[in-house]
DNA sequence: GTTAAAATCATACGAACGTATGAATCATAC
DNA sequence: GTATGATTCATACGTTCGTATGATTTTAAC
């Protein structure tokens, strides 16, 4: 018996498959980075994507998915990623615990290297990000419990291993700064300050710099009393 | 001639004079730090704060200049106690330039003993004041124009001349991660962790750490090429 | 071609939005 | 008292919001 079933079609037309929900992902995201969540909606969205307004229920459910959808696609390879560079380091290492600077690299590589590189959302998704930070969303926050706090939770534990000098809430106050210190960045990135200047530069100099600087600050002593 | 104007009312009835005005800010900017600047409806403002729907547009005009008055009550503050603080640090510096750890101190002190004071809106303020530096509003930008980059510019200045071996973007640049880190630490100062931890701690002993981890930070010497 | 599912479309609905208006109420000055 | 300005109030306007619906078009399998 022979199926001449084939799963992936021979487009008759030029589109491709899931062309609509592809386009709308792309203009939502570059909307609510440039925006806001809140201040963009659906209508923005499916007249700059060019497609019908039906599109997005249709796609998405509501308004509330698309943007866990949006959110969803560049965070989850950066939370895999970031697991993966620290189980390497720690291999790496063997018996001992890896060093800060290569659990660090692991921590903050992935979305930079995102955040420089075009085609995974570049500049966009970082403001995205940060907005999905400060913003208070259902969606987003599911979205975030789900892929952020195992990869948190996970370097954590590492850290205190890496730093035994320091407390649990150090290590973890001491993460999160640095991840606030990120996102300033990137939300800075390709602004340009009132002077006419701009902070941007070369991805693996933005990099350098940035480890440089987290790793110097992760290892401020603490302040007796 | 006798003038038997008084321009302090004697008041008849047991409400001091911009009761409602004053409400109106304390309920908006609870509520703004909460939700974010664009979930938050005047309707929910005035329905929180027992007031008349019109009263924002008859003390304020509109929603937007209302956004600004709240964040300009804060902010003016805590430039004003910045620039004072880096004029004293310049005094007792005398010939030379001050200290790092003094022009670090002035800089940031003002916003924690603010954010750690409920008088001058403790921790709400804190939230709030990362929101208005993500979230983009026109009233909002004017305001932060107007207060936050002569301030920037003034310490940028002057950390030129106590870090002379940086360049004027890498000062301009570690000052922004360190905002970014101070904005991420108010987010999520009285936030429970997904382990039901906080990062909470003494107002005097925070200070002290942050202060610490800018200041090593800061010194972070720039990676070669 | 026929058929059924997938996708796109124009359109409509009720709710909530920011703002404006004019009457009612209050406080103060004479 | 009366007059005047400041404030509060109930209410209405036009717009935009997210979502739902049913018709229409497109796609893929036979």
Same mark, same amino acid.
């Given at each position: 018996m022979i199926l001449?079933?084939?799963?992936?079609?021979?487009?008759a037309s030029?589109?491709?498959?899931?062309?609509?929900?592809?386009?709308v992902l792309n203009v939502a995201e570059?909307?609510?980075?440039?925006?806001?969540?809140?201040? *963009?909606? =659906?209508?923005d969205i499916t007249r700059a994507a060019g497609v019908?307004?039906?599109? $997005?229920?249709?796609?998405?459910?509501?308004?509330?998915? @698309? $943007?866990? %959808? &949006?959110? #969803?696609?560049? =965070? %989850?390879? $950066?939370?895999? #990623?970031? @697991?993966? %560079?620290?189980e390497a380091a720690e291999k790496t290492a063997g018996d001992v615990p890896p060093t800060l600077e290569a659990v660090l690299d692991a921590m903050f590589r992935p979305t930079v290297e995102q955040a420089m590189d075009p085609e995974r959302g570049g500049a966009t998704f970082g403001k995205l990000m940060v907005r999905c930070f400060v913003e208070p969303h259902t969606a987003v926050?599911? *979205? +975030?419990?789900?892929y952020l706090d195992p990869v948190v939770r996970r370097f954590d534990t590492v850290l205190m291993? *890496?730093?035994?000098?320091?407390? /649990?809430?150090? &290590?973890?106050w001491r993460m999160h700064l640095l991840i606030g210190a990120l996102h300033q960045s990137l939300l800075l990135w390709d602004r340009t300050l009132p002077d006419g200047?701009?902070?941007? +530069? #070369?991805? #693996?100099?933005?990099?350098?710099?940035? @480890?440089?600087?987290?790793k110097t600050?992760?290892? /401020?002593? $603490?302040?007796? %009393?």
């Open positions: 001449t079933t084939h799963k992936t079609p021979l487009f030029e589109k491709a498959p899931g062309a609509t929900r592809n386009r570059q909307l609510f980075a440039e925006r806001g969540l809140h201040a *963009v909606s =659906i209508r019908n307004l039906g599109a $997005i229920n249709y796609h998405f459910g509501s308004k509330e998915r @698309l $943007i866990g %959808a &949006v959110f #969803e696609r560049r =965070i %989850a390879p $950066i939370s895999e #990623e970031r @697991l993966r %560079a620290l926050e599911e *979205v +975030m419990r789900r291993c *890496v730093k035994p000098n320091l407390t /649990a809430e150090d &290590v973890l200047r701009t902070l941007r +530069m #070369e991805p #693996e100099t933005y990099l350098k710099r940035f @480890l440089a600087f987290a600050a992760f290892h /401020a002593s $603490i302040p007796e %009393a």
